[in-house]
């Protein structure tokens, strides 16, 4: 006889949401987890780059009208949600950069998805991605199972009741974590750390030896190591002056192969994990290859390249969960990116000239996305001349 509990559930097939929870050990000895590895200043810097941009681009929710123009939906429910407060605790930009991180470092990132008595979305409340583990139900339906941080009592949700965010995904269930997948490489800049921090704990490095013509026995050669350590090793000791006697003389040495090394392989590991995240590596102040030319262009290859992506996610999966079947045919959810791409006031300009000359922007128009005061009557030449 079975029990009714023993129904058959089974967790996705080499789940990432769970496997992310578990440091993974790398051949550099050292593990790798979404934790540490943002102790990485790069992988900091990179995450930051991407959930701080999308955060604080306005994502509004737009009405289709008859005439084929948009509007925003100021006056539906989901739009204060999603463009202002999404919870009691939060602002917008505070949650959306809380679950994009999320999906950065872990694969995915998670809402409970709150409703009113008439079926509205009233608010989204973050959950931590290692809380939740996500099963595939024998229908083939999704059930997110919810532990409490601080009772461990574990509660399910269905589909319908999350916001899941996924990263690049194998199964179509949970995304991948890219600290996972990278924990390797991850794992090295992580050693190359450890060991730069070990160095300057020890003294910086190896800056110059004793040497003397007297012999010295074990005894005095242990009693000099014992003195010379507690002098002059360790940052503390950093600038002491030395009194050698004895007929000792110090030799200074210069920076070492393995310490050249050590710096270029350093540099190198900044590109390797701006890789990751496809993030330029300018926008993480690694400036050998920037030039204020290149600017304008780097910031427009970060939007197309990196963060469309990331925009198209939040969109796509609002969508499919905060708008219903028959809502999602007069509703849409969009980013306002036009504050990334203007570049600067000469091209802009030149922008807004070209429109306005063509005919197809209004003055009106380019002072409204130049966020400047209407002027009434600004348009009614231009509208004469067109007559």
Not at 8 to 26: F, H, M, Q, V, Y
Not at 315 to 344: M, Q, T, W
Request: with cysteine; glycine share 6%.
């Amino acid at each position: 006889m079975k029990w009714p509990w023993s129904k058959k559930e089974t967790r996705a097939e080499n789940d990432p949401s769970w496997a992310a929870l578990i440091p993974s050990g790398t051949s550099a000895g050292l593990p790798v987890s979404p934790g540490n590895a943002e102790t990485i200043s790069t992988v900091f810097s990179c995450v930051q780059s991407i959930a701080e941009t999308v955060a604080t681009l306005p994502l509004i929710l737009y009405r289709r009208e008859g005439n084929g123009d948009r509007v925003r939906a100021s006056d539906h429910p989901l739009y204060r949600v999603l463009h202002d407060q999404p919870n009691e605790r939060q602002t917008a930009l505070e949650f959306r950069e809380m679950l994009t991180a999320h999906v950065l470092l872990w694969g995915n990132g998670y809402a409970e998805i709150k409703s009113d008595a008439a079926g509205n979305v009233i608010a989204l409340e973050p959950i931590h991605p290692q809380n939740v583990t996500v099963l595939q139900l024998p229908s083939g339906r999704i059930r997110y199972d919810v532990a409490d941080a601080q009772t461990g009592k574990v509660r399910p949700l269905l589909a319908d009741e999350v916001l899941h965010l996924k990263d690049r995904t194998d199964n179509g269930i949970v995304g991948k974590s890219r600290i996972q997948v990278a924990r390797e490489m991850l794992g090295g800049v992580l050693a190359s750390q450890e060991h730069g921090n070990r160095a300057w704990a020890n003294g910086a490095r190896l800056s110059g030896v004793l040497q003397t013509d007297n012999v010295m026995t074990d005894e005095s050669v242990a009693r000099l190591r014992a003195s010379w350590e507690s002098q002059f090793s360790g940052t503390g000791n950093s600038g002491k002056t030395a009194i050698l006697e004895n007929g000792l003389k110090y030799q200074p040495l210069s920076m070492s192969n393995e310490d050249a090394q050590w710096l270029e392989s350093r540099q190198f590991s900044v590109e390797e994990v701006c890789r990751i995240f496809r993030v330029p590596p300018v926008l993480v102040a690694d400036l050998r290859h920037a030039n204020f030319s290149n600017s304008v262009e780097m910031n427009r290859w970060f939007v197309t390249h990196t963060l469309r992506r990331w925009l198209t996610m939040w969109e796509e999966s609002c969508e499919r969960a905060l708008l219903g079947p028959i809502a999602r045919k007069r509703y849409f959810i969009e980013h306002n990116v036009e504050g990334l791409l203007r570049g600067d006031s000469t091209n802009r300009a030149q922008f807004y000239q070209a429109g306005i000359s063509a005919g197809w922007l209004l003055k009106s128009e380019a002072r409204t996305l130049e966020n400047l005061p209407a002027i009434e009557g600004i348009d009614d030449a231009a509208q004469a001349d067109a007559a």
